[in-house]
């Protein structure tokens, strides 16, 4: 792998670094504390190509590798990781699987919006009762002449509130485990399907997360999306590129810590100089720093991998598993720098520290990943 960047590269993070200085960063404070961003991001990050990286141009997409999409997804996170969720979860989870899984029909109808920033997605797999247990979810699809009728509720779903359609996943027969799951493609504004805004979150407090509840959602056959029973190796698979995004979110946050932690030390003074002299404090800086290299060069190895179409799974496991550990590192230790002050909002550092906190949660555990690498590793599941 080479790791310097194509002059193509450079331009496109250089776009996401103004991008951020310019549409996110002046709010991040004030979306923070009303517990809401600005939906006109979204056609913002339409507008630059943000929504459509590496989905074909055919499809409205704007093209480009997945390392690319690295790049970007590690700018927003810099920036504020509720705008990178949009990004994450839209595009990742749900504009490129459709692009991977759809057939032309729904390709054509979803991926032109959804890549322009007109249409958002949201991914509709965790449900109140299965989180990491996925396999189990009880949410059911049952045929109906042409259609499906769907009941059941999804839980801390992002873009939630916001999407127009819900990537879903359900059970189409009774088959135990995940042998039984179907993927769905389900607008919205179906009759029967209701959503309400999870408040009170202790961080990623702008992004629109919420329960969906579903009562007798009716939608046709075409809206299956992939073959019957093959619903959980969709998740799994848009799951692994999605840990990825994850990842490079991570590096954002651990960047901004970074960042963060060494303008403050240089500024803000202790017996007599600037703390940046104290041997205690560069080695909280040193760690940071250390964490922020690791995590980006794991992520941008998964990315090579996607690129050269090379088995990623367990690489994105471990950088998932890594990158988001190593940012709440970086966060707490930036917060130690910061003192007192790294304790109130008008400074980022608690911010960071809330937002990384949730990255070891979602799309896999720290255990989850830990399981799945293990058993890579040895051939041998362990539950």
């Not at 992939?226 to 998740?235: D, L, M, R």
């Not at 991570?250 to 932690?261: M, N, S, Y």
């Not at 230790?333 to 550092?349: K, M, S």
Request: glycine share 12%.
């Amino acid at each position: 792998m080479n790791l310097e960047l194509s002059e193509e590269q450079e331009d496109v993070r250089r776009l996401a670094e103004d991008f951020v200085a310019r549409e996110v960063a002046p709010h991040v404070v004030a979306w923070d504390r009303a517990e809401n961003v600005d939906r006109s991001i979204v056609k913002k990050l339409g507008s630059v190509g943000f929504l459509g990286l590496t989905v074909p141009e055919e499809y409205g997409g704007s093209g480009g590798d997945h390392l690319t999409y690295c790049l970007v997804t590690e700018e927003l996170g810099r920036g504020d990781s509720s705008v990178r969720g949009i990004v994450s979860v839209s595009l990742g989870l749900v504009a490129k699987t459709i692009a991977a899984w759809g057939d032309e029909a729904q390709k054509r109808h979803w991926l032109p919006g959804l890549t322009a920033g007109e249409a958002i997605g949201c991914f509709g797999l965790t449900e109140p009762g299965t989180g990491s247990d996925a396999g189990n979810l009880a949410t059911k699809a049952v045929r109906d002449g042409g259609d499906y009728v769907i009941n059941g509720s999804k839980m801390f779903i992002t873009n939630g509130t916001w999407a127009d359609v819900v990537l879903l996943f359900a059970r189409t027969n009774d088959t135990p485990g995940h042998k039984g799951i179907s993927a769905f493609l389900v607008p919205t504004d179906a009759p029967g399907l209701g959503r309400r805004t999870i408040h009170g979150k202790l961080g990623l407090r702008g992004q629109a997360t919420a329960e969906v509840v579903l009562e007798d959602v009716r939608v046709p056959a075409s809206a299956l999306m992939g073959p019957e029973g093959k619903g959980f190796s969709i998740a799994m698979s848009a799951l692994a590129k999605g840990r990825m995004s994850v990842a490079a979110g991570c590096v954002g946050i651990a960047q901004a810590a970074l960042d963060a932690a060494v303008g403050y030390a240089g500024e803000r003074e202790q017996f007599g100089r600037p703390i940046a002299g104290h041997q205690l404090v560069q080695e909280l800086i040193s760690d940071i720093a250390v964490d922020v290299d690791a995590a980006r060069l794991l992520t941008w190895r998964v990315a090579d991998l996607v690129d050269r179409r090379e088995e990623f799974a367990t690489a994105a496991s471990k950088a998932k598993l890594f990158a988001s550990e190593a940012a709440v590192r970086a966060a707490n230790n930036a917060l130690q720098v910061f003192g007192g002050y790294g304790y109130i909002d008008e400074y980022p550092v608690g911010k960071l520290l809330r937002d990384a906190r949730v990255m070891t949660l979602y799309e896999g555990t720290s255990q989850i990943q830990k399981l799945i690498i293990g058993r890579a590793l040895t051939g041998v599941s362990a539950f």
